[in-house]
T-cell receptor
Framework: AQSVTQLDSHVSVSEGTPVLLRCNYS??????LFWYVQHPNKGLQLLLK??????LVKGINGFEAEFKKSETSFHLTKPSAHMSDAAEYFC??????????????FGRGTSLIVHP | EAQVTQNPRYLITVTGKKLTVTCSQN?????MSWYRQDPGLGLRQIYY???????DKGDVPEGYKVSRKEKRNFPLILESPSPNQTSLYFC?????????????FGPGTRLTVL
């Protein structure tokens, strides 16, 4: 079984300050982990993914995430927020189900608000 | 351009009137799935398909049907829609079952059932 918890439903930052979106996961296997972003009235777009290679993963638009197995975390960070970063962010864990079908599990999402 | 398309983008209907939401991908992906997105609940998988003629239930399949007669298409069918199916629906595809593969999402279909 697998699960994912996004620890904050909303995060509010000022433009130019660091962003931290927290994600903890649970999995019986070594999973793959993803962060997706959803801008208003848009579909989901992949930001970055971890697939058992380097534990620090760099994504698009200056975002990065660090896989910490001991803490079962995959937090998303960005050094300096931009107004265009305001969106909904989803953490996703994907590992094999008992039937081997690798059904991904989504977190409930974190809404990032960026103030001028 | 590699993409997943959905139609319609917006749909308002009445209880009990059958409807179909189409989904098509042009990336020759094996795996396709349907999700619904509701406030505070994230995305929940409705059905998925591992290949042509192979479909299986996700977390919330009640009230929905799917078919996969061609690799590129994966329509979502609501035989008798009810107001609790009012939601934002996303179709997604990925290359294969491997957990390494990311999903590509369509733009979404906003459904309102009156």
């Amino acid at each position: 079984a697998q699960s994912v918890t996004q620890l904050d439903s909303h995060v509010s930052v000022s433009e130019g300050t660091p962003v931290l979106l927290r994600c903890n996961y649970s999995s019986s296997y070594s999973p793959s982990l993803f962060w997706y972003v959803q801008h208003p009235n848009k579909g989901l777009q992949l930001l970055l993914k971890y697939t058992s290679a380097a534990t620090l993963v760099k994504g698009i638009n200056g975002f990065e995430a660090e896989f910490k197995k001991s803490e079962t975390s995959f937090h998303l960070t960005k050094p300096s927020a931009h107004m265009s970063d305001a969106a909904e962010y989803f953490c996703v864990v994907s590992g094999p189900s008992p039937g081997g079908s690798y059904i991904p599990t989504f977190g409930r999402g974190t809404s990032l608000i960026v103030h001028p | 351009e590699a993409q997943v398309t959905q139609n319609p983008r917006y749909l308002i209907t009445v209880t009990g009137k059958k409807l179909t939401v189409t989904c098509s991908q042009n990336m020759n992906h094996e795996y396709m799935s349907w999700y619904r997105q509701d406030p505070g609940l994230g995305l929940r998988q409705i059905y998925y398909s591992m290949n042509v003629e192979v479909t299986d239930k996700g977390d919330v399949p009640e009230g929905y049907k799917v078919s996969r007669k061609e690799k590129r298409n994966f329509p979502l069918i609501l035989e008798s829609p009810s107001p609790n199916q009012t939601s934002l629906y996303f179709c997604a595809s990925r290359a294969s079952l491997s957990s390494y593969n990311e999903q590509f999402f369509g733009p979404g279909t906003r459904l309102t059932v009156l």
